[in-house]
């Protein structure tokens, strides 16, 4: 079976993200033991200085002293219908609350199995949905539609109730923490707007598409990218 690899800091926490607050089944495998264990994930915390992955004591609870001997573990999950899995291994306990939960490495890589043509990982993990943002000493939130996403950013949809957002911003502007909304998790980012662009055919018509670009947007398109190169 071919894999997808995800390597990337960022998109595998927002996979961490999706599972805590999904509040999913974790699947523990320890080496040397054929009983697998379960558990799920609570938080992604430091744990001496370093980004770590807190869960749940596992179930049954012999697999909780089996760990100690053994601290390289594999973990596997269900991701929106595909098998991921990942290696990482145990740290230890926290000191204030030693039955709080388990401490591991914030796992380096993550796992997809290969998906159909008509499931494309694209559509679970980097579609976005809509953004939200206020701007600078404004109370008004604008939340927009993304149309599209490409190497270059976002296509948000501007209606005509929100058209006194162009007496505010002009194209090379900063716009500051923006709220993006993935299936998975939500990201905030800063972006600068790159083009406003009346949108004359139709469903918009009458509209203004505003594209923006960010760093972060665009690894999410690159992600998208990949994947579609794979299929």
């Known amino acids: 079976m071919a894999f997808f690899t995800i390597k990337e800091k960022a998109k595998i926490i927002t996979i961490v993200n999706y599972l805590i607050s999904e509040g999913l089944d974790i699947t523990v495998e320890i080496q040397g033991k054929d009983e697998r264990f379960a ?99 404004e109370g008004k939130k604008y939340q927009l539609s993304v149309v599209n996403l490409g190497s270059a ?6 209606e005509k109730r929100d058209f006194d957002l162009f007496e505010k911003i002009n194209v090379g502007d900063r716009i500051q923490d923006i709220t993006v ?26 509209c203004y598409l505003v594209g923006i670009e960010s760093s972060s947007l665009m690894e999410i398109g690159e992600l998208q990218e990949e994947q579609e190169k794979v299929e």
């Open 39 to 137: 558990t799920r994930a609570i938080a992604i915390e430091e744990f001496f200085g370093v980004d770590s992955l807190i869960v749940e004591k596992l179930s049954p609870e012999e697999g909780n002293s089996f760990i100690l001997s053994a601290p390289v573990v594999v973990l596997s999950f269900d991701l929106k219908g595909r098998r991921a899995s990942c290696i990482t291994k145990y740290v230890g306990v926290p000191r204030e609350n030693p039955n709080y939960g388990l401490f591991f490495e914030l796992p380096p890589a993550v796992e997809l199995d290969e998906m159909r043509r008509e499931q494309r990982i694209t559509d679970v993990i980097t579609k976005i949905l809509s953004v939200e943002f206020s701007l600078e000493d």
């Open 153 to 158: 950013g976002l296509g948000l949809i501007v």
């Open 181 to 206: 909304f993935l299936p998975l998790a939500t990201m905030t980012t800063d972006a600068t707007v790159k083009h406003t662009t009346l949108i004359k055919e139709g469903q918009f018509r009458g």
